[in-house]
């Protein structure tokens, strides 16, 4: 229980390492000329940009295992949530 209790944080941190060392690779790419750099200071959006469209995949290989953490944290609190609702409603209709 303690591996899934913070799997949602686990991987929205990891998510967010993945997509800053991406733009830390373009970055790097764009100073050392590999990349053209955008005209009018619109660099930095395409630098993002690109960043993000590398690191999407990536992230759904290298983060396979913290996802599936995090969906059963999910899909654990929504059982609960629906036993509770459950027998709240079990309780109101005992009342009636």
Known sequence: MSSQKFASLRYTALRVGLLIACFAVVYGLCWAGAVPI???GSNLVWM??????ISAPLSWV???KQREAMSEQIVERVDRAKQKLAANSGQ???AV
């Open 38 to 40: 955008a005209a009018r």
């Open 48 to 53: 993002i940009l690109l960043a993000l469209v």
């Open 62 to 64: 290298l983060l396979r």
């Open 92 to 94: 109101e209709d005992a």
